[in-house]
């Protein structure tokens, strides 16, 4: 059965207990972390041991699990300085995932913007910024298989890997089994008018044996993020093509308010189910 979580920062607090306990009570059973919910930048130069044990004690005492921690740095960025920070930051959390509970730490595969890594650059496309990122990628996936951690890869619009075949081309071009893939169908199906049963079909095809978790965000006509079930992403067409395909793992939501919280997980156990 799939588990149903969500993305902590979702809700205030600067304690992994207080997120924790806030998305308990909303209906949720795990989260994808994010160390900005202990009051740290995301990527820290270094963590504390306490506070890992901390994450740890109250993904324990709460019940919620860490289903993924977020390890997201530009990984294509124009300047190779900012590009060995953050691969130096991700060794930093791949260290410490095991000991808070996962094996999953997400990342983003970058864009050639220098200011923003979810925002889309026309260079991109060049081979040079493929080039790039797959020796970016192959030594994150060394560290990866060094400290046996999972990386899990999203395609994303704005990102040099913006489709579920170039998340394919990736897998086929550096073959570490640490390589895993997030499903957003919000994502997937970027245009209005997009066949989202063959998209949905195709990606589920491409990546299923590596899917590893898959996110539940939705968006209007106009492409503006809304809460699941108001928006035109159809779910039950997405979670049938992951079923077909065996996947089991969790499913998180994101992009919403807290107090939309409670309903949207309620929306997406009726939806599973059904």
């Known amino acids: 059965m799939n588990r149903i979580g969500i993305f902590a920062k ?8 207080s997120v924790l306990t806030a998305a308990r009570d909303a209906g949720y059973g795990c989260v994808q972390f994010n160390l900005s919910c202990c009051g740290l930048p995301s990527m820290p130069d270094s963590l ?3 506070l890992v044990a901390d994450i740890a004690a109250a993904s ?3 019940g919620v699990t ?14 190779p300085m900012v590009r060995a920070q953050g691969l130096a930051r991700l060794r930093v959390l791949l260290s410490h995932a095991r000991a808070m509970g996962t094996s999953l730490v997400t990342l983003c595969t970058g864009t ?10 026309p260079e991109n496309e060049a081979p040079e910024a493929w080039a790039d990122l797959l020796v970016e990628m192959e030594q994150a996936a060394a560290m990866a ?34 390589l895993r893939i997030i499903l957003d169908p919000a994502n997937l199906a ?13 990606a589920a095809d491409f990546l299923h044996e590596r899917i590893a978790l898959a996110h539940a965000k939705d968006r209007d006509a106009a492409g503006e993020v809304v809460p699941p079930g108001q928006g035109i992403i159809d779910f039950p067409r997405f979670f049938a093509h992951l079923t077909r395909v065996g996947f089991r ?17 309620r929306f997406v156990a009726q939806t599973l189910g059904s």
């Open 10 to 17: 979702t809700f205030p607090g600067q304690t992994a207990s």
């Open 190 to 202: 970027a245009g209005t008018n997009a066949d989202q049963d063959r998209i949905f079909e195709s």
């Open 48 to 50: 504390p041991a306490e």
């Open 112 to 121: 050639r913007d220098p200011d923003d890594q979810w925002r889309a650059h």
């Open 249 to 265: 793992g969790p499913v998180i939501t994101h992009g919403i308010a807290p107090e939309d919280a409670p309903q949207v997980a």
């Open 145 to 178: 298989e060094e400290l046996g951690v999972d990386l899990g890869i999203e395609p994303e619009p704005a990102n040099v890997v913006g489709s579920a075949a170039r998340a394919a081309r990736l897998l086929r071009e550096i073959p570490s089994p640490r």
């Open 60 to 62: 324990a005492n709460t």
């Open 66 to 79: 860490i289903a993924a921690l977020s390890g997201t740095y530009n990984m294509i960025h124009p300047d």
